[in-house]
């Protein structure tokens, strides 16, 4: 049962997936957050920036072929994650009026399907991660701890914002790597801009949910930093 005051759902209505989708797979697709792109550029522009940034010359046919394998991964992997933060939240969402629709606590998805579903997504993900170079397919593989911990960070620690910047932005070590086949400090400083980057917007956001997650006990850093947000 909701325990606050109605909101509006984040589900968008009218979106493509009523109109295109068949109805059997419309909760699936509304699971990974594929009516809301919003999230997949968030999680691809870091991949793209790197990827240009490492290339000699950015017109080149491997420059095309890398954008196209990062949009492949950032689409099934953000739906991967989203899946994944369902399953864990699914109690917590069911109690805030704004996630209650979504398909699991609505019950439009099973957690048992939603489970097969995040297997399928993260074999394609590997599938994808595995055309790159070997350097590149470990450093992916090394995110998926990350990708693990975030749905967890908002019961032990008030800077779960930053724990998804660090997950989202792992593009930027990705690109650059899938170019020079290592590290370098370029690519190490744009990582850092990008958690930054996600901490400041995920913040801002994170303050929609500040009523409802103090009710029902998680932390976040729209909460560990109240009024002080705008000058921080």
Not at 18 to 31: G, S
């Amino acid at each position: 049962m909701v325990e606050t005051a109605p909101s509006a759902p984040d589900i968008p209505t009218a979106s493509w997936v009523d109109r295109l989708a068949p109805v059997t797979l419309r909760p699936y697709l509304r699971l990974a957050r594929l009516d809301r792109p919003i999230g997949t550029w968030l999680l691809l522009l870091p991949c793209w920036w790197s990827t240009a940034l490492a290339m000699d010359d950015v017109l080149s046919e491997q420059l095309i072929t890398l954008f196209a394998l990062f949009t492949i991964g950032a689409i099934v992997m953000r739906g991967a994650g989203c899946t994944l933060n369902d399953i864990v939240d699914r109690n917590f969402d069911s109690r805030v009026a704004r996630t209650a629709t979504r398909p699991i606590p609505s019950g439009d998805v099973s957690v048992r399907q939603a489970v097969l579903f995040l297997c399928l997504q993260l074999a394609i993900g590997l599938a994808v991660l595995a055309q790159f170079n070997a350097f590149t397919t470990w450093t992916g593989i090394a995110s998926l701890g990350l990708i693990a911990i975030y749905p967890f960070a908002k019961r032990f620690t008030h800077w779960p914002q930053l724990i998804l910047g660090l997950t989202f932005n792992w593009g930027a070590l990705l690109g650059w790597a899938a170019v020079r086949g290592q590290l370098d400090w370029p690519a190490v400083a744009l990582y850092a801009a990008g958690v930054l980057w996600t901490l400041g917007y995920d913040t801002i956001y994170a303050h929609q949910d500040k009523e409802d997650d103090a009710l029902i006990g998680v932390k976040s850093s729209a909460l560990k930093l109240g009024n002080t947000t705008r000058p921080w």
